[in-house]
């Protein structure tokens, strides 16, 4: 397994949770990662982007909420969410943009 997502779990609406994915070293050291998220019904999209040289992206529904960062010494892309919405349930899923790999993903529930 060359992407390991974990984190997910059920939160109560403006509750916080942190998703992590742990990479192989020679995926990690030369892919931008990404997260992003599918609910129920819905196309995947993505959420945030950490880029190698420390570049973030966000889509404009985190409105300040999350924080994407990565861990080099462990190889590790973590997604920090804070004040989850009921429309932030679903999968999610870390991702190596250059190699095209996805991780298993992690369910993610917030009840309001």
């Known amino acids: 397994v060359q992407l390991q997502a974990s984190g997910g779990g059920l939160v109560q609406a403006g509750g916080s949770l942190r998703l992590s994915c742990a990479a192989s070293?020679?995926?990690?050291?030369?892919?931008?990662m990404g997260w992003y998220r599918q609910a129920p019904g819905k196309q995947r999209e993505m959420v945030a982007v950490?880029?190698?040289?420390?570049?973030?992206y966000y889509a404009t529904f985190v409105k300040g909420r999350f924080t994407i960062s990565r861990e080099s010494a462990n190889n590790t892309v973590y997604l920090q969410m804070n004040n989850l919405e009921p429309d932030d349930t679903g999968v999610y899923y870390c991702?190596?943009?250059?190699?095209?790999?996805w991780g298993q993903g992690t369910l993610v529930t917030v009840s309001s």
């Open positions: 991702y190596a943009l250059h190699t095209r790999a």
């Open positions: 070293e020679s995926i990690f050291s030369i892919n931008d």
């Open positions: 950490a880029g190698i040289g420390g570049t973030t």
